[in-house]
């Protein structure tokens, strides 16, 4: 009854309903911080961590492929969770899981067990998931010209513990020496303590939970222009599908692109004489250039319009794909330059489409149907990094690059489409 009485209060009241958005959005992007630091980890080391326990580079894609399987499945977990009881739940879980697999990925490295290591990398998939599914957590009491915006707050937040991450690669490698454990383990232990941060700040602070009011807050409006009819079942179950289909093609696209080629760079530089120190520099600006945008590009996506943003993110992901794939194996500024590239055409991709699947949707059915979505960009994640190992192995990292460049391209023919099928 308590807690039905404080949602009652935002319910009827327009400032309290402003105090709740920008508070919640300030836990979300606490919680960021930490999550950008847990999320670093696997990007920066997984790949080299699988190649020094399998001893073959052709496998080197395969634990970005679990984690990012394991996020397809918590994505699903996490969006149902949410819809069902609310962001609080949802995402401290999943954040909360990610901390326990990098603790297993530790664990096995220390036992040298390849079956655990599997494991726990699908385990830890969860906190990558959960990191992109609080960029909803901001929009939830938003209205239509502040939902880029919010979305992009909260990925600006996570630029500070990403950016932080991959640095932390060498100091954290020597903390895990003097531990006696592998150095390739020391970044696993950052994410254990970042991910468990980030799944209990959201746990005890936000509160009351963003999408439970704003679940209330539609209701009342629905009831009050519809007398109390069935219509508002109706209108909970509607969703632009056309919109929802559009939205995922651009996340997936971009995802995939930018997945494959990042996946196989710091593999790509060490076979070329880079050291961690090295690697780390190069895959922080990477994952600065992924989130640091990001405020930007929510005025942008607002202002100029979700169309425009995509065919953005096609042209600068074609580039990233160009550059990567001409850059000397040793040069330090082009490939900082290509992956930076590669960051921010994915910024692009994530906050238009992220944008189009909240237009498309309504606050009944979006916690579920962006959980779904972000399932199917998981798997192609996941894809994308398994073939970009075999693709790297039978030929090379060149070929990698143009490859991500036919499909940043075909993002220009998704919102074309588009276009056509809404008769623009």
Not at 292 to 303: A, N
């Amino acid at each position: 009854m308590k807690n039905k009485n404080t949602v009652e209060q935002y319910v009827h009241s327009t400032e309290a309903q402003q105090k709740l958005y920008k508070r919640s959005l300030l836990i979300v992007m606490l919680s960021q911080i930490f999550g950008g630091a847990g999320l670093a980890a696997g990007i920066t080391v997984g790949a080299l961590l699988a190649k020094e326990m399998l001893g073959t580079e052709s496998v080197a894609g395969l634990p970005a492929a679990l984690f990012t399987l394991g996020s397809a499945l918590a994505a699903y977990v996490v969006g149902q969770l949410s819809q069902r009881y609310g962001r609080r739940y949802g995402l401290s879980f999943g954040f909360i899981a990610g901390g326990v697999g990098a603790l297993g990925v530790i664990l096995a490295a220390n036992i040298n067990s390849l079956t655990l290591l599997f494991i726990s990398l699908f385990v830890y998939g969860a906190g990558t998931a959960t990191n992109l599914q609080a960029r909803y957590a901001g929009t939830d009491l938003a209205n239509e010209k502040q939902r880029a915006t919010a979305t992009s707050m909260a990925m600006v937040a996570t630029t500070f513990g990403a950016v932080a991450g991959p640095n932390l690669v060498a100091p954290m490698g020597k903390v895990a020496t003097a531990m006696s454990m592998p150095a390739l383990a020391g970044p696993f232990i950052l994410a254990a303590v970042a991910y468990i941060l980030a799944g209990l700040t959201l746990f005890f602070y936000l509160r009351p939970d963003p999408l439970i009011v704003a679940k209330a807050i539609a209701d009342e409006q629905e009831k009050q222009q519809n007398n109390g009819t069935k219509t508002v079942n109706v209108m909970q179950n509607k969703v632009n599908r056309i919109g929802v289909l559009v939205g995922a093609l651009v996340l997936i696209l971009s995802h995939v692109t930018m997945v494959s080629i990042m996946t196989m760079t710091p593999v790509h530089m060490q076979g070329h004489g880079s050291n961690l120190s090295a690697i780390g520099m190069v895959i922080g600006l990477h994952v600065a250039a992924m989130y640091l945008p990001s405020l930007g590009t929510g005025v942008l996506v607002d202002k100029m319009g979700r169309t425009f943003v995509v065919v953005a993110s096609g042209m600068i992901l074609a580039t990233a794909g160009l550059v990567a794939a001409f850059a000397p194996g040793d040069s330090l500024l082009w490939l900082t330059f290509a992956l930076m590239l590669l960051g921010l055409g994915w910024n692009f991709g994530l906050i238009s489409g992220t944008a189009i699947i909240i237009d498309s949707t309504n606050i009944h059915n979006r916690a579920k149907t962006q959980g779904s979505v972000d399932v199917w960009v998981a798997l192609a994640g996941s894809a994308g990094s398994i073939l970009s190992g075999v693709i790297v192995a039978y030929s090379s990292y060149a070929i990698l690059g143009f490859i991500g460049t036919c499909l940043a391209v075909l993002l220009v023919s998704v919102v074309t489409w588009s276009r056509f099928k809404s008769g623009e």
